[in-house]
């Protein structure tokens, strides 16, 4: 069973910062890409960055040169750091993980339960 436990939420002023930490955890074989996504009320979850394993990035235009990912592929963790934070990043924040359970099977992917981000003005 693998499972994806988030930390690292909650309540900060405008222009604050953040660190997510995000943790796979289970029996597998490898882990692909990673990333974070987001969802606030009445809107669709968004992909807010992603990092594959080798360490490319990718980062959705409203949060570059805010937010940096980066990963752990020894800890099996991936991270997001929020810096400069605004009213409307506000939002759950789920993390993302494309885990092989075994090395013949594709990856599947697998969601932790989401930390809420709250950014006041």
């Known amino acids: 069973q693998v499972q994806l436990v988030e930390s690292g939420g909650g309540l900060v002023q405008t222009g604050g910062s953040l660190r997510l930490s995000c943790v796979v955890s289970?029996?597998?074989?490898?882990?692909?890409?990673m990333g974070w996504y987001r969802q606030s009320p009445g809107k669709q979850r968004e992909m807010v960055a992603a990092?594959?394993?080798?360490?490319?990035?990718n980062y959705a235009d409203s949060v570059k040169g805010r937010f940096t990912i980066s990963r752990d592929n020894d800890k099996n963790t991936v991270y997001l750091q929020m810096n400069s934070l605004k009213p409307e990043d506000t939002a759950v924040y789920y993390c993302?993980?494309?885990?092989?359970?075994?090395?013949?099977?594709?990856?599947?992917?697998?969601w932790g339960q989401g930390t809420q981000v709250t950014v006041s003005s």
């Open positions: 289970g029996k597998f074989f490898s882990i692909n890409a």
């Open positions: 993302n993980a494309e885990v092989k359970v075994t090395m013949f099977r594709n990856g599947v992917g697998y």
């Open positions: 990092v594959a394993r080798g360490g490319s990035t």
